[in-house]
């Protein structure tokens, strides 16, 4: 008998307990479609307001492609961009935020990065790689309001293969920089004797044809960064960039080098004369230009040197870009030709301006270099 009454006991406590989970289920599904259904009108009185508002004269468009759009952030900014119902004589449009600057250290860095060059390169690849990279390879933050606007100038003859893989390593690194820049390749055209500073001359007075510019960066095409960190604008000083190259096992070859990459302000440029056109061949134009630059009163400054590592894509020396000869007694008399040798003497004629989706092409006669006097 005990029992009995002990298992209808238990019984109806649990016929209770299922009840009242049944009630607070019941309860939970009322609340929730409560607050969805309220949800809801929200948003389809909103398209409606939009479809009357359309129907108006009026016409809204909604950009869901852009990148991290979200339906949320949708619905977040639906109420700036849709009619409020008010008289349109009292609707005030809404007030564009003004960009901020870009912050000294973009946050999308990534420190140092794996350079090879062993995959096939292409022009097609590069191209899909940097969507928004703008005819005549020019790029602005879309985030951010840059502090410099930054031409990048290469000199260069017979190096299409290189010019690929420059591009493709550094158009990602100057956007990850939040560089608003251009790309200009100055091309000596003919197989006379090669004239890098020169064409870096050429370089910096056609890019300020193109576009008002503040900085002004000269890379040799073969030369790869190896970390984002190493930031291409100018600085107070002129700037050395590539200072640890891999074929010098990563350290500075001399203390007054300044080959490879470097970069100054049109100030500092102008300050110098610009760089030398009298270097036919390899070698003497880079010490030439530091001399210029200490000697009017200035200074080289560099990157850390675990930040300044630079990978070369190895090559053969070009033709008639042989050593010169004369390098070493110019560059022992930068004094006294700095005046009268450089972007104030400067001469050459352009036979091609010509915008590509990834770099500007400059094509450029820049005549022959002097008789070199003869040794009986």
Known sequence: MTRLMLGRTLERICKAVLLLCLVHFVIMMILYFDVYSQRFDQIFSRFNNGRNASRNGHHYYYNLS????????YLATADQLLPSGRPEGNHTPPTTKPIPPCPEIPPG?????????????????????????????????????????????????????????????????????????????????????????????????EALKDAEYDCFIFSDVDLIPMDDRNLYHCYDQPRHFAIAMD??????????????????????????????????????????IYNRITLNGMKVVRPDVRIGRYRMIKHERDKHNEPNPQRFNKIQNTKNTMKRDGISTLTYRVLQFKKYPLYTNISVEIGKPPPRPFRG
């Open 66 to 73: 852009r990148p991290n759009a979200t339906f949320a952030s």
């Open 109 to 205: 860095l990534v420190g140092r990065l794996l350079i090879e060059f062993a995959s096939q390169m292409t022009m097609e690849r590069v191209q899909k790689e940097n969507p928004n990279v703008t005819e005549g390879g020019k790029y602005t933050p879309p985030d951010c309001r840059a502090k410099q606007k930054v031409a990048i100038i290469i000199p260069f003859r017979h190096r299409d293969n290189h010019l690929k893989y420059w591009l493709h390593y550094l158009h990602p690194i100057l956007r990850r920089q939040k560089i608003d820049y251009a790309i200009y390749i100055i091309t000596q055209l003919g197989e006379d004797t090669f004239n890098r500073a020169k064409l870096l001359n050429v370089g910096y007075t």
């Open 247 to 288: 074929k010098f096992g990563f350290r500075l070859p001399y203390a007054g080098y300044f080959g490879g990459v470097s970069g100054l302000s049109k100030k500092q440029f102008l300050k110098i004369n610009g760089f030398p056109n009298e270097y036919w061949g390899w070698g003497g134009e880079d010490d030439d």
